[in-house]
């Protein structure tokens, strides 16, 4: 069955430097996501991408983030200047066309800031 | 908020035992989702719901909706000691395209051997 994966799974990271995490979805999806996880918590939604195109944001997707489709397969996060509160689990995820279609996520990247 | 909320927070059981996990929403939604998560991995889907739907079942899960208690439950019969892990409910907050989900607090299942 296609998957969705994530690279890296474990990414260490200084306060302040740029990170970028990488997420291939399934081949024939149209909608991609990234959510995030801090430790403990619930699974926060942070970009909807469609199109080529950011379609939704929440408040956490701040100017420091960014996402990008570079060639027809890679999606990535990037966060320009790390925090300390951003060490968290990111997930991406990706869903058909149709609607009522479940999200298909990958395992995730554990960011971990010092 | 559009947030969901999930009960018990926490649930331990037998082998063999069933678990009730139990998901409350206050926004219309077209569907709900289930899905599993084992500790420190990624989110595993289980079963989808739509709004006109009451009852689905696929294997030993069997998820309710009821859209006029905007509630959902999540019943795994016959439990095993690999069920052990943490269920979100989840729905898609439409805006547009987008369909974003929006997911509960979650229940940490454990199964005792």
């Known amino acids: 069955e296609p998957e969705v994966t994530q690279t890296p799974s474990h990414q260490v990271t200084q306060m302040g430097q740029e990170v970028i995490l990488r997420c291939v979805p399934i081949s024939n999806h149209l909608y991609f996501y990234w959510y995030r996880q801090i430790l403990g918590q619930k699974v926060e939604f942070l970009v909807s991408f469609y199109n080529n195109e950011i379609s939704e944001k929440s408040e956490i997707f701040d100017d420091q983030f960014s996402v990008e489709r570079p060639d027809g397969s890679n999606f990535t996060l990037k966060i320009r200047s790390t925090k300390l509160e951003d060490s968290a689990m990111y997930f991406c995820?990706?869903?058909?066309?149709?609607?009522?279609?479940?999200?298909?996520f990958g395992d995730g990247t554990r960011l971990s800031i010092l | 908020s559009q947030q969901g909320e999930e009960d018990p927070q926490a649930l331990s059981i037998q082998e063999g035992e069933n678990a009730t996990m139990n998901c409350s929403y206050k926004?219309?939604?077209?569907?709900l989702q289930w899905y599993r998560q084992n500790s420190g991995r990624g989110l595993v889907h289980l079963i989808l719901i739509r709004s006109n739907e009451r009852e689905k079942h696929s294997g030993r899960l069997r998820v309710t909706l009821d859209t006029s208690k905007k509630s959902s439950s999540l019943l795994i019969t016959a439990s095993r000691a690999a069920d052990t892990a943490s269920y979100f409910c989840?729905?898609?907050?439409?805006?547009?395209?987008?369909?974003?989900?929006?997911f509960g607090s979650g229940t940490q299942l454990t199964v005792l051997p």
């Open positions: 989840a729905f898609p907050v439409s805006s547009g395209s987008a369909r974003q989900l929006t």
């Open positions: 926004t219309s939604i077209n569907n």
């Open positions: 995820a990706s869903t058909g066309q149709a609607s009522n279609q479940p999200q298909h």
